[in-house]
């Protein structure tokens, strides 16, 4: 009796080693603009902490910080292609496979955050996201809007700029989306593109004499010891998606997508701590390091964005239903 239950066991070691076999975790590369020990850094270090922990260990995140695997639409083809399965970013970067998508970081439309996060929750908004799941094969992670970006974005500058004026025939440096190039460009300013992790040594050497950015990335990129003046825009509300790549997703056991949903839901609430610890420390820190803050006179710019968005979409140049949501969605 105990012969054969033994041979029993014996004969079982095999089943189970090949069940731990299937249980292997999947790696998951993660990549992103910013340095590792920047706010948005943390948050994403985080998350795959979060990741590993709550998919009981079926997902494991490798993080590529500061832009190490391309510039964003290079990363958005690598994700496409499943060789990255993650990319940490604003959908407005996915421009590219759906246009209508530029349109949720269009400067100077929305009146604040929560407006912005109504109108992101719209039926419009999801059928935009939908047509990327079906169309480019990238699904998101929870809501790209939670993780919030910020908390509000400012221009730096190498002169005072507090007034449209102020910007008129100023280099700007610009991400490549077309509506941020349209935009500043429409205006005033001389928009020239270059990736973020270029930014620093392109105003030292005058390629470009502003950026606008999060304030809560000023300090740690150092922007600030080349560009002195900042100034509080508020030009539009920011959130981070976590762009997936699709067939990974869905590949997932449900209680690792429950897992993944999790840590993004919690990455987001970092965010948020983080982001408002920054704002309410950062423009002290960098005031006495000698820059100087201010808050912007918009009302130009809103103005002159509000004419720009309505001959677009007299001329039928806006998604269908843009406006009409962005004023539905208004508190």
């Known amino acids: 009796m105990h012969h054969r239950r033994f041979l029993s066991l014996l004969l079982a070691v095999p089943l189970l080693l090949l069940a731990n076999a299937d249980a292997v975790a999947e790696t998951w590369r993660l990549a992103?603009?910013?340095?590792?020990?920047?706010?948005?850094?943390?948050?994403?270090?985080?998350?795959a902490d979060r990741a590993a922990e709550y998919t009981g260990g079926e997902v494991e995140i490798r993080i590529f910080p500061s832009s190490q695997l391309g510039k964003p639409q290079a990363v958005i083809e690598q994700l496409q292609a499943g060789t990255v399965q993650v990319f940490a970013e604003g959908i407005g970067f996915l421009e590219t496979q759906v246009p209508e998508l530029r349109w949720v970081a269009a400067p100077f439309l929305f009146d604040d955050r929560a407006h912005w996060r109504r109108f992101m929750a719209s039926e419009l908004v999801a059928g935009w996201l939908a047509e990327v799941k079906?169309?480019?094969?990238?699904?998101?992670?929870?809501?790209?809007?939670?993780?919030?970006?910020?908390?509000?974005?400012?221009?730096?500058?190498?002169?005072?700029?507090?007034?449209?004026?102020?910007?008129?025939?100023?280099?700007?440096?610009?991400?490549?989306?077309?509506?941020?190039?349209?935009?500043?460009?429409?205006?005033g300013a001389e928009v020239i593109v270059m990736g973020w992790s270029d930014v620093y040594e392109g105003l030292r050497r005058g390629v470009v004499s502003a950026v606008t950015g999060p304030i809560s990335l000023i300090e740690s990129m150092r922007f600030y010891e080349v560009a002195q003046y900042i100034g509080r825009t508020d030009e539009f509300p920011q959130g981070l998606a976590l762009m997936a790549n699709a067939r990974a997703w869905d590949g997932l056991s449900e209680n690792a997508r429950k897992g993944l949903l999790q840590a993004q839901t919690e990455a987001a609430e970092l965010a948020e701590r983080i982001n408002q610890e920054i704002a309410s420390t950062t423009i002290e820190s960098m005031k006495g390091k000698g820059a100087s803050f201010a808050k912007v006179d918009t009302s130009g710019f809103v103005a002159r964005m509000q004419e720009y968005y309505r001959s677009l979409d007299a001329k039928g140049e806006l998604p269908a239903g843009l406006l009409t949501t962005v004023a539905a969605t208004r508190g």
């Open 32 to 47: 992103h603009q910013m340095p590792p020990d920047s706010p948005e850094g943390r948050v994403w270090q985080a998350f």
């Open 134 to 187: 079906t169309k480019a094969g990238i699904a998101l992670i929870g809501d790209p809007s939670a993780i919030q970006r910020g908390p509000y974005r400012v221009i730096v500058s190498k002169t005072p700029i507090l007034k449209i004026e102020d910007l008129q025939g100023v280099k700007l440096r610009m991400y490549s989306t077309k509506i941020a190039v349209e935009t500043w460009n429409h205006l």
